[in-house]
């Protein structure tokens, strides 16, 4: 049976049409939705395959949990959430390192762009542009969980402040108080390479 659920439907239109039974509503919901949490769940699962797998276990959790979902927040947050616990219980689960605590200097796209620095010109402007990606990257693998969470969160994420307190389950000012030190903790690092 084809459903007639349109893809520019709303999100909380889509969730209650899944929690009247529409199962093609929460497809879309996955289409929407499915390359940002296998980004996510790659952040902290380094096989590829095994974060697919992780990704498809949130979504799986997300649908069984779909009469629970109050729209307290927003779905994509609520999404967000299931999907950092399924991928840090896989890790536990495997007892694989914790999360977050290595980052490979390969991934380093995904804490921003970094395209600017790369347009140099002369061999020490190189040198420094990497040497400066590397210790941006080096410092947030270093931050304390809470504020490595909060500065990805709002950087890579491109998430609005209310939408981390969501996710983070806390109030906007310690969001604040977290981005603030994150930030501040990078910009430690990096001054003795820019002054």
């Known amino acids: 049976m084809k459903s007639n659920v349109a893809i520019e439907t709303t999100d909380a239109e889509l969730v209650k049409l899944v929690q009247a039974g529409d ?13 940002k949490i296998i ?15 992780v990704a498809q276990e949130s979504f799986v959790k997300a ?17 967000y959430r299931i999907a950092i616990n399924t991928a840090k219980n896989h890790l536990v689960a495997n007892s694989r390192r914790k999360p977050g605590t290595e980052i490979d200097p390969d991934d ?8 600017a620095l790369r347009e140099t010109s002369t061999p020490e402007r190189v040198l420094l542009s990497e040497e400066i ?10 931050l304390p969980e809470d504020l490595k969470t ?5 950087e890579i994420e491109g998430l609005s402040y209310d939408a981390i307190a969501d996710a983070m389950d806390c109030p906007i000012g310690t969001v604040r108080s977290r981005i603030f030190r994150a930030r501040e903790a990078i910009d430690k690092v990096l001054s003795p390479l820019l002054y």
């Open 39 to 53: 980004h996510l769940v790659g952040r902290y699962v380094k096989d590829p395959n095994t974060a697919l797998d």
């Open 150 to 154: 909060a500065i990805t969160l709002r």
């Open 133 to 142: 990606k590397l210790t941006v990257i080096q410092t947030i693998s270093n």
């Open 63 to 79: 649908y069984r949990g779909m009469a629970s979902f109050r729209g307290d927040s927003a779905f994509y947050t609520w999404l």
């Open 108 to 115: 380093a796209e995904q804490f921003g762009d970094f395209d």
């Open 23 to 35: 199962r093609s509503a929460f497809d879309i919901l996955v289409q929407k939705y499915q390359n």
